[in-house]
């Protein structure tokens, strides 16, 4: 698993996080698979932190690309090639 936060820069209003996704690529990017995001929340309170659960293959370069909306329509993306590599 991996935890993955999203956040606001330091001077910008914070709207809630209404969407998130991301998704795994096991040949730098070539292809991309989805995986499971669940966001973490403390009873009805919930926070910009997600939970990431996908199986990468052995000796695989695993690369990672996240998006985010908030409440007030801004967006974020990130992909990370060859963010790390499984034993």
């Known amino acids: 698993s991996l ?4 956040s606001h820069l330091p001077v910008s209003t914070e709207y809630p996080v209404t969407h998130a996704k991301l998704q795994v690529s096991f040949d730098n990017g070539s292809t991309w698979r989805p995986a499971a ?3 973490i929340c403390h009873g009805k309170t919930c926070t ?3 939970r990431a659960t996908y199986t990468a293959p052995a000796k695989a370069k695993v690369s ?3 998006t ?3 409440a007030h329509g801004a967006t ?3 992909t990370i090639l ?3 590599q499984t034993a």
């Open 64 to 66: 990672l690309r996240v």
């Open 48 to 50: 910009n932190q997600y």
């Open 76 to 78: 974020v993306g990130e």
């Open 68 to 70: 985010a909306r908030d």
């Open 37 to 39: 995001l669940a966001r």
């Open 3 to 6: 935890g993955i936060t999203v």
């Open 82 to 84: 060859g963010a790390y």
